[in-house]
Structure formats: C-alpha cells, structure tokens
C-alpha cells in the first residue's frame, strides 16, 4: 500500500460512521461479555459484527504498517492501538470458544506491544494459550519471561533438533530463524549491543519473505507485528533512553542491569515516561512533570536522581512526599534500585522533629525521603545538610490550598527554591492531577515550556451507573454505544409477607433493601473481573459498608488468603498491637475486606497499605485518604457516597483521584468506574444524584490547584476590610503589630488572623536569614526577588480584586512586623530552627530559664522512669500554656498522669482505652505529633545558647513521646522493625546495644533470633513473630552469592565478546557463545560448574591468556 492510498483509507475509516458504530457496538458488547451477562440479555447488534470488525481491525493494521515504514509514529500508533482495541472486545475476553481465537489474542498483543501499550499486551497474553513452539517463545517474550525463554532456546540448540522441532518443513525454518532472531534480541537486552538488535530484525525481514512466498498470510502478519515489535523495542529500551540523559556508561549501564534482573524485569520506558524523560527539559533548573497515577512517575524521579548523583556524587537528592505512606512506598522502591547501585537511601523516620539518629542517617546517604514538616526542621537546624541539597524532588505536587499543611508546604517549596539557587540546584515538581500546569511550571521552572503533560494510562477506563430501583441493581454503561447490565443484581427474598394475629400486616423484605445492599453485591459480583474499591465520603461509613460486605461473603461461602505471608503477618500484628487479639478489622482483613481510613492507627494503616500493595484484596472500603498517593490499583471503583457532611461534597479532585485506582497495570486493559445513584429516593434527588454524576465524570471539571499563600494574603486583605481597616493602616498594622490603629479594631483583627499568620511568620523570619536581611538597607526588599517568582504571585496577576502589587506590600509589611516581633538579630537562628509559629516561639525563649530548670532537675536525679514522667508532665503543663493552635478535643486533666504513665510505658492502646476515654487522640495525636514538636523546637533553642546536654535530653524525650518509650535501646528496637512497643520494650531488657544506628540494631535482633530459635534464648511468642517477620525480610533480600572461580583452557574460536555462557540441559553442560555457534561441552570439573548453571545470565569472561574469570551482568549476584 502506497503511503498517499493509507492516508486516504485511514481517514476514511476514521470518518465512516458506520464503520465506527461497528467498533461501537463491539466495545459494547465486550463489557456484557466480562460481567458474564447472560446472552439472552445481550440487545440485537448487527448481524456479522465479529467479521466486520475483524475486517476493519485488520485494516486498521494495514495503514499502520506502512505508516511506521514511513516514520509517521502518531498515525502508526493510533491505527495499530485502534485495531487492538478491536480485536480485544472481539476475542480476548475469558469465555470466548470463537474460532481461531489464539491467533486473534496474539495479534492484538503484538499490536498493542507496538503502540508502547505494554501493559495490555501482557495482559491479553496472559489469555493466549498455544502449545505452538513459535507461540510459546514469542509469549515468553513479550511477558518479560527471559528466563523461561532461554530455557527454552538452550533445549532448541543442545538438545536433539528431531524432539524440539515442528514435523510442518516449513514451520522448522519459521522456528529455526525466529529463535535465532530472539537469541540476538536478548543479547541486545542483555548487552545493548545494537548490532544484535539489527540482526534480529534482519532474521525477521527474512521472515515476512518467507511467509510472503509461502502464501501464509497469517504467519506474513505475525511477523510484520513481530518487526515493528523490534523496532518499538529500538526506541523504548532503557539502553535508547538512559545513556544519553546521564552521559556516563558506567553509571547507565548498572542502572539498566539493576532493572533488568528484578524479579519482573523492566526493559523499556513507558510511553509516559519517555514524553516526560527529555533530555533538555532535564537540563532546567526547575520543571514539573503531570501524569496519571500508575503511569510511572517514579522512574522519571529515578533518573533525574541518577543523573544529580552522576553529576555531583557528593550531593544530597531529597524526596518530599506529603503522607507517611507514601514516603514508605517510595523509600522501598528508591532504595531496591539505588543501593544495588552503591548508593544510600534513607527515610527519616518521626513526625515534625529532627532526630540525632536523623543526622546520623543524613550524613551517610545520597537520597533522603521526607515528609514536608520533616524537610523544614532538617532545612533549618542542619547547615552543613543544607549545603549538600543539589535535587529536591516534591511529590503529589498539586496538593497547594487554603489548608494550614499546604500553605505551610507551599512555603518550604520557596524556602527550598533559595537553598536550591544558591547551590545551583534543581527543584522538580511530581503530580498526578494538574490542570493549570503553566502555572506551576512558571513557579518551579520559570518557564513556561519548563513542563511534560502526560495523558497516557496504561489501562483505558470505563465510566458507568449503577442504579438501585426498588430492590434491584442495573448497570448503565457509557460510551458512544451504551450497554446495559439490566438486573445486575436481582431482589432477594429475605422475610416473607406476614400478618401478626391482631390483623397488622408487615410487608415482605427484599435483599438488597438499600443502596448499601446494593453496592455490596454489585462489588461481590464484579470480583469475576477483579479486585473492587467501594468509596465512601465519611471515615464512619467504612465499617458499616464493610460488615454488609463481610455478610455477604460469609452467605456466599467466599474465601480469601492473603499470598504475601510476611506482609500478612506484619498486619496481624500490628492490628493485635492496636486492638489486641479480638479485632473487628483484623476479622475482616481475614476475608479480604479492607476498611482504610485515616481512623486507622498510623502503623496499622502503613501494614495495610504495604499489604494492599504487593497483594490481591478481594473489595478494599476507603475514604479519600486512599487517594493520597498511595499506589493502589483495582479493577472496579465503585462511588457509594460523596458527601462528607451535610453541606460538603467530595471536590471533583479527589473524585479523580480515586477513579485513578481503576486500572491495574500489567493486570487490568480497562478500569471501571461506577457511580451509585439510589432511583428509590424522590425525583428531585434522583435529578440531584445524577447532575452529581455527571459533573464528576466530566474531567474538565476538575478544579485548578490554587496557591495557598495567594488565598491567605487575599483573605488577611478581606478580612481587613470586614473591619472597614483602611488599606495604609492595614499594611501598618502588620508592619507595628496592633499600635498603628484603634486598639479595638486591632485586637478584634488579630483574634481573626493570628491563627493565619502563624503559618507564614516562622517562615519569613528563616527567609530573612537566607537573605541576609539585617545588612539590608531595607530589610524587607529581598521579598520582590524571592515572591514575584511565587505561584502566589503567578495567581495574583490572573485576579482583578486582589493584585499581585498588593500581595508583595502586605508580605513586605507583615516581614517588618515579623522582624519587630523576633528582636535582635541574634534570636533569628533560634526562631527559625525551632519550626514553631513565631509568637509560640517567642514565648519560649522568654521561659528558657524555667524550662532548663525543668531539664536540669532530672539531669541531676536518678533519671527513673518516675523523674523522667515528672519532666513530661512540667512540659506538657507548659505546652497548655502556649498561644499555639490546640488539638480540638484534648484537655490536659487529672487522667492525663494514667494515660502518659501508659503512653511512655509502652502499653498498648487497646489496654488503656479500656481504662480511659479519648486514648486514642491523646497519644496519637498529642504525644506522638504535637508534644515532639513544641519539645524538639525548646531542643532546638537551647542547643543554641551551648547547653548541649539538656538539649540531647529533650530530643530523646521528643522522640520518646512519638513512638510511645521510655528508652533508647527500646526505640532503636522499635525503628529497627519490631513495631511494637511491648515487644521492643521486652526485647530491650534481652539484647545489650551501643550503637546509635538503627541498622546494626537489626543485625543483634537477627542473631538474637537466631539463639531463639536453637532454644539458647527465650521471649513471648508476640515477639518471636515480630523477630520472625525481620528475619523473613533479609532473606527475601538475599542476594545468590556465588564463589568467584578462574579456569584454564584454550578454544580454537574467535569470539567477538569474549564471554562463554555456562547452560545445562538435563545433566549436559555446556559453555555456548550466546548464539550457540560456539558449544564447548564440559567434561571437566563439571561439579564446579553445576553449581551455578542454574543462575541466569552468569558466564566466563576471558582475561589474559587462556584464563577465564566466572562473572554476571547481574548486579543481584554477589560474587565471594
């Protein structure tokens, strides 16, 4: 076909609406097909559609092969992704018995591999069996199963050819070629050799001629999708896309090796990822990346670590995520790729305070993980830290607002940006959801261009109603031909009609009687297509949707078990440390039912996540927390609920937030998203629901991330004219702090904003420090060079009522009456490094003298558990007094003295709360976040006036108070794994320990373990789990370690790499170049090679001489 007649045929297929309706009509019918809708429901489609639409699949195929010889790549992808679709809703569905369909599922793997849909070809793959040698190795192939494959290829070249060949003449040939291309397409994965890579596509051109001549169309379409499959692996291989970012071969080399010998190797960049890895966009010193979740934001974040390290090995690369649990995911996927590398990744472990062991941990590591409030109290208390900062990475960037933690985060990002200048540094800015990228590209890059916008997902979505009416569930699908799932769920009869002997009649009752009911059994249905998320607005819904769950479950006799036994046993028990060992949520967790909500207990929630993550939950209920980074895929996402309360709604941001979770890659070709509307309501509801509906299936609704500081200026600035403050007295009343006005309209003013300006004045105290502002003529005048580049700034220019100009004067103003606040310039350190608001701040240094007095006492006593509570008490007493924000709820009272005694004892929550009430937001939330932060601040401040001592107190007691311990050796214990605080009180008495890192603490706890397990030592059963689930993780982490030998021996070849590869077939071995034209059996010392002929990719490599050295690419190989 000419390229002129496959435009002119692809527009025309394009544009024919019957044609399209065709494909319409098949995507319709697909989804009755995966929901195992019964056939007698399906409506009349059109007579023939599977050979039409196989016709216009194949079509579709034909202008895309010759648009990929042209080099034309967007029409190329789109017609081979076009036809795959096709052939997908025709054939790959579980039931289908349609004939020819094995051939039909590997042509839509192979187009989809074309279109870089990586993901959906592995999937339908999984659905292709064939007992075909060429359809066996080309599946090995695609799914990455290379160690399977070149089992396969060793039996085909050492065995006899009689019992691995076709009897078909042709089909030897066809076999002989193909697995010689994909010996040379291996060595390309293995090596990046790209002579190999030209080989193999050379052997398949042969191919394509051969089948040409032959007249087998269908094996001539097989390998022209083979070709393009080579050449898709030309541009997407990391061997393509790496070097040329890092400029270093080594370095590129170890990072593909490392990715490439994972137990699910990874060879090629995402679609997504290779939009948003280029080459210039890197070289900005700002930019920000938007991409779907699940897309592999990650990798984008590896690379641009690699390429700071390659630059500058010295330097410090810091990862801020906003949760805890994110910061989890990303530390376990950062440091399984970077150590194996040589480098250190940490995560710093605590809430808002800066540890000893913090510092320690920094001092040795190249990538640090952080939350935001972590980030900000390291930032300002750890100069020698500061000046190490060359990448600071921000991840779920989109998250800025009118909510206290993001204005707060908003403004670490611009403290950060000066750090980052004045080390000619590099921000980057991660997000999932960004509508107004430019926006943020102009505040982190200064650039509008200084962006990459991804749309790509690896799984496509489907949006749909689910509809209860009276007692039955329907499923109305959307699309441009709508399906329908009618009776999805039909009434159950639960209690029949009655009539009691006085003549009252009660009415018969019906399964499901609501839209709980009917949610849960749609959910429990669709687990024939996958795993389920049901949303719910509020944390209180979560168990009562979860027990209809679980009831239903019981009724149908489904059961569950959980494939990944340590993380299973981490969350058992981490929910008998938080509940004990009756535990509603651990029962259900048992069944495969996860409630998530952020009630959850902070190390009950993370076992969860980490187990949701590696494994398959059956239905998972949750709230929008779920939404916050975590990396949790489903197939259905079902909408039960929206509201959080009588007048709020789920923001259109987090909606697609959730609906992101639809669609797991490697698992799912499409995501489902269902939203729950209840027909059984009045019209007017009804009409509300669905207006609901559609406002949130409409992406474009998706609200603009707006600048909290722009939102927090504007409001100071509303708010004084509330008070009908003149606009010059207002900017005075900042600058003078109450004495420019009437005192009235001042005190009345402040009593609104102080709470505001606590989030901004610590900050502009640090900034002024960075600034240098006391040498400053005018000390506010650094403020236009730091804030016009704002995105505060950036937002203020778009809005006519509240202008940029205003929002730099009112900053200006409220930074001298910051500066008249701190005094002398001297108290500014102290200020800043306590991360406390200023005025808390400013109490603080006014009461050093007591507080060290406080400190000095139990210095000078025994240091008893009894002394050490007496210290807590005087600084909680102290903390109540505080002009700071109190947690809603906690009162510091008589049953305060129980409940610390506990807390700090390490008792269990669930022991205490049976005692007292509000346990729960008392250590949570007061002793494990805000006491260690009011205390790490007063740490902070007298570590400055040289009191050394009390200053290391304070910081043990800090830390002691947010794990919930009363020792060192007890929170090391607990840090290093054993997250439990009576266990690693336990342990504490057991294992002696003088280092301060947390690492060679594990090791003790292993060896302690190990005597355990001889019956040389002895502990509860509770921690013997705990030691067991440690010493579980190391050995999953093992490396196979092998003996580093040399041989002697001369071979009459030439090898072009110099390396023989060590193969064994049944008790054979042999040592092959990596064609096989070179088979060299063993005859000697077979007993050394037996050893390691099982280990992939391990060979000889020729030194001097005759001498051969054993050696591996494989990084996971430890050679001794």
């Known amino acids: 076909m000419k390229l002129e007649t496959a435009y002119n045929y692809f527009e025309k297929l394009e544009k024919d609406e019957r044609l399209q309706n065709y494909i319409s009509q098949a995507n319709s019918r697909y989804i009755l097909y995966i929901a195992n809708e019964p056939l007698e429901n399906f409506p009349h489609y059109t007579v023939n559609l599977d050979e039409k639409c196989t016709h216009i699949a194949f079509s579709y195929l034909n202008c895309g092969w010759r648009f990929f010889l042209e080099k034309i790549s967007d029409e190329a992808t789109k017609c081979m992704e076009k036809a795959s679709e096709i052939l997908e809703y025709l054939y790959a569905y579980s039931d289908c018995e349609k004939l020819y369909k094995e051939y039909y599922r590997l042509v839509c793997s192979l187009a989809y591999y074309i279109s870089a849909q990586y993901s959906k070809s592995f999937i339908i793959l999984g659905k292709y069996n064939s007992d075909s040698y060429i359809g066996k190795i080309t599946k090995l192939f695609l799914t990455r199963n290379f160690i399977e494959l070149e089992r396969q290829l060793e039996i085909k070249y050492l065995k006899n050819d009689e019992e691995t060949s076709s009897e078909n003449k042709d089909n030897i040939i066809y076999e002989k070629i193909l697995s010689n291309a994909f010996l040379h397409i291996i060595n390309f994965i293995r090596t990046g050799k790209m002579e190999s890579l030209e080989s193999s596509k050379d052997m398949v051109r042969d191919l394509i001629t051969l089948a040409d001549i032959n007249n087998e169309p269908h094996m001539w379409w097989y390998f022209r999708l083979l070709y393009l499959v080579f050449e898709e692996y030309e541009d997407g291989s990391l061997w393509k896309v790496v070097p040329p970012l890092l400029d270093n071969d080594d370095i590129s ?102 540890s000893p062991l913090d510092r320690q941990l920094t001092k040795q590591a190249n990538v640090i993980i952080v939350t935001p409030e972590k980030a900000k109290s390291m930032l300002r208390s750890n100069k020698d830290l500061k000046d190490r900062i ?100 039909t009434p159950k009869l639960v209690k029949p009609e009655r009539i009691t ?59 569950h078990e959980w494939r990944n036994k340590n993380d299973w046993l981490f969350v058992e028990l981490a929910c008998i440390e938080e509940y004990g060992e009756d535990s509603e949520i651990l029962s259900l967790l048992k069944q495969g039912i996860v409630p998530h909500s952020s009630k959850l207990p902070t190390e009950v929630r993370q076992s969860i996540e980490k187990l949701m993550a590696n494994d398959n939950p059956k239905i998972i209920i949750a709230t929008s927390t779920l939404g916050q980074g975590v990396n ?24 697609w937030n959730i609906a992101g979770r639809a669609g797991r890659a490697f698992t799912d070709t499409e995501g489902k998203i269902l939203y729950a509307i209840d027909r059984n309501k009045s019209q007017w509801s009804i009409y509300n629901q669905i207006q609901m509906k559609e406002m949130y299936f409409k992406y474009r609704n998706i609200e603009k991330a707006t600048s909290g500081l722009y939102l927090l200026l504007r409001y100071l600035f509303i708010l004084s004219e509330e008070f009908e403050i003149e606009y010059s007295l207002f900017l005075e009343l900042l600058a003078e702090n109450r004495e420019s006005i009437d005192e009235q309209k001042a005190v009345e003013f402040f009593s609104e904003a102080d709470q505001f300006l606590e989030l901004l004045d610590d900050t502009l105290i640090s900034m002024d ?20 580049s704002s995105l505060a700034f950036i937002q203020a220019k778009q809005d006519q009522s509240f202008s940029e100009e205003k929002m730099i004067e009112i900053l200006k103003a409220r930074n001298s009456g910051v500066i008249k606040l701190a005094g002398e310039e001297t108290k500014w350190h102290s200020i800043a490094s306590s991360s406390v608001p200023l005025r808390a701040s400013l109490v603080i240094e006014h009461r050093i003298d007591e507080l060290l007095k406080y400190v000095r006492k139990y210095i000078d006593s025994d240091k008893s558990f ?11 007493i102290f903390i109540d007094s505080l002009p700071i924000s109190k947690i809603e709820g906690i009162e510091i009272g008589a049953n305060f003295s129980e409940i610390r005694e506990g807390w700090f004892s390490g008792t269990s929550i669930h022991i205490l709360e049976k005692r007292h009430e509000n346990v729960r937001s008392i250590c949570n939330e007061y002793y494990s976040f805000h006491f260690p932060w009011i205390v790490n601040a007063i740490a902070q401040k007298i570590k400055l006036i040289d009191c050394q001592e009390e200053s290391k107190v304070l910081e043990q007691i800090s830390l002691f108070a947010e794990i919930g311990l009363n020792n060192n050796k007890s929170v090391k214990i607990y840090l290093a794994g054993i997250k439990s605080r009576n266990c690693a009180t336990e342990l504490s008495e057991k294992i002696g320990m003088d280092n301060d890192l947390v690492t060679p603490v594990k090791e003790l706890l292993l060896e302690f373990f190990n005597l ?16 067991k689930l440690l010493n579980d993780e190391k050995e999953a982490k093992e490396y196979v370690k092998v003996k580093r030998r040399s041989f002697q021996f001369n071979i009459p070849f030439d090898l072009h790499d110099n390396l023989l590869y060590i193969k064994k077939v049944q008790s054979e071995i042999w040592l092959c170049s990596f064609d096989y034209k070179i088979k060299i059996p063993v005859l000697k010392e077979k007993a050394l090679f037996n050893e390691c002929s099982d280990i992939p990719d391990i060979f000889l490599r020729k030194e001097k001489g005759d001498v051969w050295i054993l050696d591996s690419h494989n990084p996971y190989i430890i050679f001794y």
């Open 253 to 354: 080399a170890k990072y593909i090796y490392a990715n490439l010998y994972k137990k699910k190797p990874i060879t090629e960049f995402f679609k997504s990822q290779r939009e948003c890895l280029d080459g210039e966009l890197l070289k900005n010193d700002g930019f920000v990346i938007g991409m779907p979740t699940s897309s592999g934001k990650t990798k984008v974040a590896e690379v641009t670590i690699l390429k700071t390290l390659t630059k500058s090995p010295g330097a410090l690369c810091i990862y801020i995520a906003p949760y805890r649990s994110l910061a989890n995911e990303v530390e376990f996927s950062l440091s399984s790729m970077f150590e194996i590398m040589g480098y250190q990744v940490s995560q710093l472990y605590g809430g808002s305070q800066t």
């Open 390 to 489: 060359q990448l600071v990475i921000i991840d779920e960037g989109h998250l800025v607002g009118f909510q206290p933690r993001y204005i707060t985060g908003e403004l670490l990002i611009e403290e950060l940006k000066i750090v980052l200048k004045k080390n000619n540094g590099q921000l980057v800015l991660l997000s999932a959801v960004l509508p107004n990228i430019s926006d943020f590209s102009l505040w982190i890059g200064e650039d509008d261009k200084a962006k990459r916008m991804s749309v790509w997902r690896p799984s496509s979505q489907r949006f749909g109603e689910l509809s209860l009416a009276r007692n039955t569930v329907n499923i109305n699908w959307e699309g441009e031909t709508p399906s329908y799932n009618k009776n999805f769920i």
């Open 501 to 559: 002997k006085t003549g009252r009649k009660y009415a018969a009752k019906y399964f499901p009687a609501d839209k709980k009911e009917g949610v849960a059994a749609t959910a429990t249905k669709m687990l024939d297509v996958g795993s389920v998320l049901i949303y719910v607005g509020r944390s209180n819904m979560v168990l009562s949707q979860a027990r209809i769950v679980s009831k239903l479950f019981e009724e149908k006799g489904i059961e």
């Open 632 to 655: 949790i895929g489903v197939s259905t996402v079902i909408v039960s609920n929206v509201r959080l309360d009588e007048s709020n709604t789920v923001k259109v941001n987090d909606f």
């Open 769 to 788: 420090i960075m600034n240098e502002a006391n040498v400053l003529e005018n000390s506010s005048s650094w403020i236009d060079d730091v804030f016009r």
């Open 866 to 876: 009894e002394e050490l509570l007496s210290l807590v008490m005087e600084l909680d």
């Open 1012 to 1027: 355990c397990v001889v019956k040389k030592e002895d502990c509860s059963e509770i921690c013997f789990n705990w030691l």
